[in-house]
């Protein structure tokens, strides 16, 4: 008997998953919190100016979502276009500046992929997410030595509760992030970040269109 190569070995292994597997597509939208525990304000280099993480608005989301179902779970990658802004105050004797408020915004593409189970009548999700920012708008440009860099990707991680109606998802999820908030910016060649690590509390209604 003729040993079948891995390859083709493994070509019909995933034909018998895809038959068995259940495949749903639709859009998602939503609104989210944003969210920082314990931030530490920036101090200027080589002068009494700071920056305070002040309040953050309600975000908006909209996306599209792949469910694929087998063996009693399910993955479900998404790509998400998101908004977030953030507010500061800036204090900046040097330059007559006391108590300003100064405004962030960020859109981003997020790219979460989850894996899920029933849990009772809900569906239990967690998995890991990716950020990419697209744009980007900040009021600390005014300010001399100013700068930004920003990394290709961050990550972080998502854990929810889902409840199916028909064709309609609800879901609440938290999101929890790796890298600290702030640390794009950069003042006199140096390197800030607020210390705290961003969390996000995000409400989504899906709709299954396939």
Same mark, same amino acid.
């Given at each position: 008997? @003729? @040993?079948? !190569?891995l390859?083709?070995l493994?070509?019909i292994?995933? *034909?018998?998953v895809? /038959?068995?597997?259940?495949?749903?597509? $639709?859009? @998602?939208?939503?609104?989210?919190?944003f969210? *920082?525990s314990?931030?530490?304000?920036i101090l200027f280099p080589?002068?009494?100016g700071?920056?305070?993480?002040?309040?953050?608005?309600m $975000?908006?989301?909209?996306?599209?979502y792949?469910?694929?179902k087998?063996?009693?779970?399910?993955?479900? !990658?998404r790509?998400m276009l998101? /908004?977030?802004?953030?507010?500061?105050v800036?204090?900046? !004797?040097?330059?007559d500046?006391?108590?300003?408020?100064g405004?962030e915004?960020?859109?981003?593409?997020?790219?979460?992929v989850?894996?899920?189970?029933?849990l009772l009548?809900f569906?239990?999700v967690?998995?890991?997410v990716a950020?990419i920012?697209?744009?980007?708008?900040?009021?600390?440009?005014?300010?001399?030595?100013?700068?930004e860099?920003?990394?290709?990707?961050?990550?972080g991680?998502?854990?929810?509760?889902g409840?199916?109606l028909?064709n309609?998802?609800l879901?609440?999820?938290?999101e929890?992030?790796?890298?600290?908030?702030?640390?794009?910016?950069?003042?006199?060649?140096?390197?800030?970040s607020?210390?705290?690590?961003?969390?996000?509390?995000?409400?989504?209604?899906?709709?299954?269109?396939?």
């Amino acid at each position: 008997m @003729k @040993k079948i !190569p891995l390859l083709t070995l493994i070509l019909i292994c995933f *034909l018998t998953v895809q /038959s068995k597997a259940q495949i749903q597509f $639709g859009v @998602k939208m939503g609104v989210h919190s944003f969210e *920082l525990s314990d931030p530490k304000d920036i101090l200027f280099p080589n002068s009494e100016g700071s920056i305070s993480f002040s309040d953050a608005k309600m $975000g908006f989301q909209g996306g599209i979502y792949t469910k694929i179902k087998f063996a009693g779970v399910f993955i479900e !990658p998404r790509v998400m276009l998101n /908004s977030t802004q953030v507010e500061y105050v800036i204090n900046d !004797p040097d330059s007559d500046i006391i108590n300003q408020i100064g405004q962030e915004s960020f859109t981003n593409i997020d790219i979460p992929v989850l894996l899920g189970f029933k849990l009772l009548f809900f569906d239990a999700v967690v998995g890991p997410v990716a950020h990419i920012n697209l744009d980007h708008s900040s009021d600390l440009f005014e300010f001399e030595n100013y700068s930004e860099r920003f990394e290709t990707a961050e990550y972080g991680w998502r854990a929810g509760l889902g409840l199916g109606l028909g064709n309609i998802h609800l879901g609440v999820e938290y999101e929890g992030n790796f890298s600290e908030f702030g640390d794009h910016i950069n003042i006199g060649g140096q390197d800030f970040s607020f210390g705290d690590t961003p969390g996000r509390l995000i409400f989504n209604l899906g709709i299954r269109l396939l």
